[in-house]
């Protein structure tokens, strides 16, 4: 019997190296979390929401907000830490394009410019 030879590496897995600007390239599929009906009612699928960090004291959440600056709902994702990152320690702007609408779920990527 011959052996199965060592395990390749996951590289699919790894952070860019310095976890830099790869790290802020990145784009995420992510539900609006308490959305307000009178922002997003009158928009739709395809509809490009801005991105941006309100901070609280020690504490920072991830928004979006529509072409007037009115607050839309928050996001929570896998990797929103460094969407926030990204935004406030590298000037990075993000986008969030409304993918889908179900019931009152709002789907959106959310993507550097």
Excluded at 23 to 44: E, H, M
Excluded at 45 to 65: P, Y
Aim: hydrophobic share 40%.
């Amino acid at each position: 019997m011959s052996g199965g030879g060592g395990g390749g590496g996951r590289d699919d897995l790894s952070p860019g190296v310095g976890g830099g600007a790869d790290q802020c390239g990145k784009s995420y599929i992510a539900p609006i979390n308490s959305p307000k009906a009178a922002v997003l009612g009158p928009l739709a699928a395809g509809a490009v929401l801005d991105v941006d960090v309100l901070t609280s004291g020690s504490s920072s959440a991830l928004v979006v907000k529509d072409a007037a600056g009115a607050l839309a709902g928050a996001l929570t994702f896998l990797g929103y830490l460094t969407v926030i990152n990204c935004i406030v320690q590298q000037g990075i702007a993000y986008k969030a394009t409304i993918q889908t609408i179900t019931g009152g779920v709002y789907t959106v990527e959310v993507a550097p410019l």
